[in-house]
């Protein structure tokens, strides 16, 4: 590994500050879930979420582990948090996508671990590029810091944005061949 994998830096772009979630947070993700997602999740749910959020950065430093989970996604002009972007585990069937179905330690019915790339952004700041821009920071970093060979993002069928951003990442986009798993339906990776 280039760096220590105990730490996720405040990242900056031209027009964002990626940085790990604060208590204080809660409000504004509780908002963001639930225009973005449809979440049910009530705000005291949200506050603690925020709460365990904040010592997974610090616990995972700890332990030395990767920087898992998801981080605040801010406008650098207004300091407004707009979303979420995170590295994630991602376990599911990979074997039964095409472009890795040469993992000879996996069948199409077994799940494999990869590291899952995460973003959500609110509605209102939606078209606007801010989740590839977020998406672009977290993966130099997955390359150069923590030294990755590969990332993973998965979504519906049906979820043409999220689709659209993997396309603008230059993802690989596959399509599971197989009905099932329902949440498993089209998976993009990016190999360096």
Known sequence: MSASPTALPILHTTRLII?????GDAEAYHAIS????????????????????TLNVE??????????GDRAVLRRDSGQI???VGLVPSLGPFAQLPALAGNTLASPQRYTPEVG???????AHQRCGYASEAALALIEFAKTQLNLCRIVA???HDNTASIAVMRKLGMNIQRNPLPTP???????????
């Open 182 to 192: 329902v949440w498993f339906q089209t998976i993009g990776i990016m190999a360096w």
């Open 154 to 156: 998965t979504t519906e």
């Open 19 to 23: 940085r790990p979630f604060e208590v």
């Open 34 to 53: 639930a225009a973005a997602f449809g979440s049910q999740a009530t705000l005291a749910t949200q506050r603690r979420y925020m709460q365990w959020a």
């Open 117 to 123: 790339l995460f973003w959500m952004i609110a509605p």
């Open 59 to 68: 616990i995972l430093a700890d332990l030395v582990q990767p920087p898992y």
């Open 82 to 84: 707009i979303g979420a």
